[in-house]
């Protein structure tokens, strides 16, 4: 690979101009710049991406990350942007959007197999009209298959990986293989073999029950989920992983984190795992209020909160000054 260009490099018009018809002709992939991010994420807040593209195809996200690698272009794959914090100077690189591309979700009998661009909405939704068991507490998680995939996503003991069979991913080497569901690791908010590859593709094994039966418990995990925490204001669901023996919701509680404000954002009054923006906020607000909150959770409890959000860039750890 080429040596990887810098914020500064990147600040030359001329070869990010260039760049962006190289994209374009040689991927097929159309091309924004300086595309902003709090436009993709669902905290509404990050600065812009250099270049933000749209593979309409596996094909073409596999040439463009070859692409990006042979020209030395740092990149990052989003979905939906429901679970990224982006910093405020944004991204010096590509953004690669699949929201647009591998959608489709397509059911044969007890299979079912989504896109990774494929919302996970929709993607219950259908299960449930064909009357297939084993997403349905899943129902109201925002988000896309392949970040949910990437962080085993799951509410009311159920979690996405439970009925996979197996996955269609790109490495960072622009290559798709295939791994099976043995090979990926998945744990709690956890599926180590992910990191540094993107998900185009996952195959479920489903159970076959009543129509009605899957519909309302669809519609029963969702009544479920608006009674404990209904959500008006943009955020990124839980912010914090539960510790062992814990609720990360129930800490912060503790230590008089609901309400809490910084800046343009605070803790939710409904569900003290949930920072929203209020309509003013900025990512240095969110960085600064999960600093406030992991602080006083250690001091109280001796618990360092570990974050279940991904975060994009940023220089260092959010936490070294803590």
């Avoid at 690669?96 to 494929?118: M, Y």
């Avoid at 309400?259 to 605070?266: H, P």
Wanted: net charge neutral.
């Amino acid at each position: 690979m080429s040596r990887l260009l810098t914020a500064s490099d990147l600040k030359d018009q001329k070869l990010v101009d260039e760049l962006k018809v190289r994209i374009e002709r040689e991927t097929s992939c159309r091309c924004l710049l300086d595309e902003m991010l709090s436009k993709h994420t669902s905290w509404r807040v990050g600065g812009p991406a250099r270049l933000y593209a749209y593979p309409s195809s596996e094909s073409a996200l596999n040439r463009l990350i070859q692409f990006c690698n042979s020209v030395g272009l740092a990149f990052f794959t989003i979905g939906y942007g429901t679970n990224l914090l982006v910093s405020d100077d944004g991204f010096a690189g590509c953004v690669i959007d699949l929201a647009e591309g591998a959608r489709e979700i397509v059911v044969d009998g007890e299979s079912l197999t989504a896109g990774g661009g494929a919302w996970l909405g929709e993607v219950v939704r259908i299960a449930a009209e064909n009357g297939l068991s084993g997403m349905e507490k899943l129902a109201g998680i925002p988000g896309g298959v392949g970040g949910g995939m990437s962080m085993n996503a799951g509410a009311f003991g159920m979690a996405i990986s439970d009925r996979l069979i197996d996955v269609t991913v790109v490495g960072s080497d622009g290559v798709s293989v295939r791994l099976e569901k043995d090979q990926i690791g998945f744990g709690y908010r956890s599926a180590p073999a992910f990191v540094g590859k993107t998900i185009t593709r996952a195959n479920f094994l489903m159970l076959k029950r009543r129509k009605s039966q899957v519909i309302r418990a669809v519609e029963d995990t969702i009544t479920d989920r608006f009674r404990r925490n209904v959500m008006t204001l943009p955020s990124a669901g839980s912010v914090f992983k539960n510790p062992v023996g814990g609720f990360s919701a129930k800490m912060v509680e503790a230590v008089g984190g609901k309400g809490m404000k910084e800046g343009g954002v605070e803790v939710s009054l409904l569900h003290a795992n949930f920072i929203v923006n209020t309509g003013s906020g900025s990512s240095a607000d969110v960085v600064r209020l999960i600093r406030r909150l992991r602080g006083l959770v250690h001091d109280q409890f001796g618990v360092l909160l570990e974050m279940e959000v991904r975060t994009l860039g940023f220089k260092g750890s959010l936490f070294e000054d803590n």
